[in-house]
C-alpha cells in the first residue's frame, strides 16, 4: 500500500511525499480498512476522553434604575452565584514497556460562590448617539474537560497529561466606555476603549517536573496569578436601503480590536494572556434585495499563546490567521430557497510554531470547501 502518491501541501517545499517519507496511497488504504482484513484491540488512552461532570448552580440578583434628568440613566445591580461541582474520569498508566498497566477510576469537585457587581452609565449626547460607561465583575468557568479529574502517566515516553478538578473561575473586573451613534436608515458606528483586570485566568501549561521519581513534560491546565488587558475598539455597519435603484440592497460592516494584554505565570517571565490575539479584524460586503441574500467576508485573528512553556522559548503560538468566505442565498418562493456556502476560500493552513515562527511546532492544511442546498420553511 506504499505507492507514488504524493503530498499536495507546500510542506518541506513540496518534496514530503517522494524524498523524506513515502505515503501510503489514501484510497487503497481505504479499500483496506473495508475489507475486514485488518484486526483491532481497544485503545485505552480513548477513555480518557469519556467522563461525568455534575455541575449545579444557584444564582440570586437584585437590580435597580435611576433616571437622572432627561439623558442620564443609571443601571446598577448585583448577582450571587453558588455551584457545585462533582467529577468521575479515569487514570491510565503505561509503563516503559509502552504496555497499558492500569485503568482505574479518579474523582474531583469543588464547591465556591462568587458576587458579581454591575454599574451601568448612559449618557444621551444626542437623538441619535449615546456615551456608555461600565463598571462590571464577571466570571468565566473553565472548560469541562480541563476541570475532569483524568490522567495519562505515560512512563514511556516520559510524559504526563492530566485534567484539574482543582482549577478556580477565572474572575475580572471590567471597564469599558463606548461611544454609539445609530446610522440612517439602518447602521451604527461605535468606538471605545476597555480595561480588563484579571485573577486566577486558566492557561495550559507545559513544563519538565519530577513525577512519581522521573524527570517527565508535564501537560496540564492551571490558574495563572493575574493579568490585565487593555485595548480599543471600533465598528461600522450600515445597509444602504435608501441609495437608489438595485444600489439600495448593498451593505458593509467593519470592526477592528487592539489589545495589549500582559499575564503574570508562577516561576517564569510575564508574558501574554493565553487565547488573546493582539490584533482583530472583520470586513464584510453585503447584498440583500430582490430575493438575494449574499455575503462575502474577511476575518483576521493574529497570533496568540497557545500553550505556556517552561521559559519564553518554549511557549507554543497559534499562528496569523486571515480567512475568505462566501454566502449565497436565493429566495425562490416564499417558502423554498438556495443556498451556496464557501468556507476557506483561500486554503488559509494552521499553524503552531514554538517561540519564534521560524520554528514551526505543527502545520495542517485545509482546501475550501462549500455546501449547496435547498432550503424549506414551513
Known amino acids: 500500500y506504499l505507492s507514488s502518491w504524493n503530498s499536495e501541501t507546500p510542506f518541506f517545499l513540496g518534496r514530503y511525499g517522494d524524498q523524506i517519507v513515502p505515503f501510503q496511497d489514501p484510497d487503497e488504504m481505504r479499500d483496506l480498512l473495508a475489507s475486514g482484513q485488518l484486526e483491532g484491540e481497544r485503545d485505552l488512552e480513548e477513555d480518557l476522553a469519556d467522563f461525568e461532570s455534575t455541575e449545579d448552580t444557584f444564582a440570586a440578583f437584585a437590580m435597580g434604575e435611576l433616571l437622572i434628568g432627561s439623558r442620564t440613566t443609571l443601571l446598577g445591580g448585583v448577582r450571587v452565584e453558588n455551584t457545585q461541582t462533582d467529577y468521575t474520569a479515569y487514570e491510565l498508566v503505561i509503563d516503559e514497556e509502552g504496555d497499558a498497566v492500569a485503568l482505574a477510576p479518579v474523582t474531583g469537585g469543588q464547591d ?41 502517566l505515560n512512563l514511556e515516553d516520559r510524559e504526563v497529561e492530566l485534567g484539574n478538578p482543582d482549577l478556580k473561575v477565572t474572575t475580572a473586573w471590567n471597564f469599558d466606555l463606548m461611544w454609539e451613534k445609530y446610522l440612517q436608515p439602518i447602521g451604527i458606528i461605535s468606538a471605545g476603549v476597555f480595561y480588563k483586570e484579571l485573577s486566577d485566568y486558566v492557561y495550559i501549561f507545559q513544563v519538565d517536573e519530577v513525577f512519581d521519581g522521573q524527570e517527565v513534560e508535564v501537560v496540564q491546565p492551571r490558574n495563572g496569578d493575574s493579568g490585565d488587558l487593555l ?17 439600495g440592497g448593498l451593505g458593509f ?16 517571565e510575564a508574558t501574554s494572556l493565553p487565547g488573546q490575539s493582539e490584533h482583530t479584524g472583520n470586513l464584510a460586503i453585503t447584498y440583500e434585495k430582490y430575493g438575494i441574500s449574499t455575503r462575502l467576508s ?3 485573528n493574529g497570533k496568540n499563546l497557545l500553550e505556556v512553556g517552561g521559559d519564553p522559548e518554549e511557549d507554543l503560538w497559534l499562528d496569523d490567521h486571515a480567512q475568505l468566505d462566501f454566502l449565497f442565498r436565493v429566495q425562490v418562493s416564499k417558502q423554498f430557497s438556495i443556498v451556496l456556502e464557501a468556507i476557506n476560500i ?33
Open 112 to 152: 465556591y460562590t462568587e458576587w458579581l457587581p454591575q454599574f451601568h452609565l448612559v449618557y444621551k449626547t444626542s437623538q441619535d448617539s449615546q456615551l456608555r460607561a461600565a463598571i462590571t465583575r464577571t466570571l468565566a468557568r473553565p472548560n469541562f474537560e480541563d476541570l475532569a479529574p483524568w490522567r495519562l
Open 298 to 300: 474577511y476575518n483576521f
Open 231 to 247: 485595548g480599543f475598539e471600533f465598528a461600522f455597519q450600515n445597509q444602504f436601503t435608501n441609495w437608489p435603484g438595485g444600489w
Open 346 to 378: 483561500t486554503d488559509e493552513p494552521y499553524t503552531v510554531f514554538e517561540g519564534t515562527a521560524d520554528r514551526i511546532r505543527q502545520q495542517e492544511y485545509y482546501g475550501w470547501w462549500g455546501t449547496l442546498g435547498v432550503r424549506f420553511d414551513l
Open 253 to 268: 460592516y467593519a470592526n477592528y480590536t487592539y489589545a495589549d494584554s500582559t499575564a503574570n505565570y508562577p516561576d517564569r
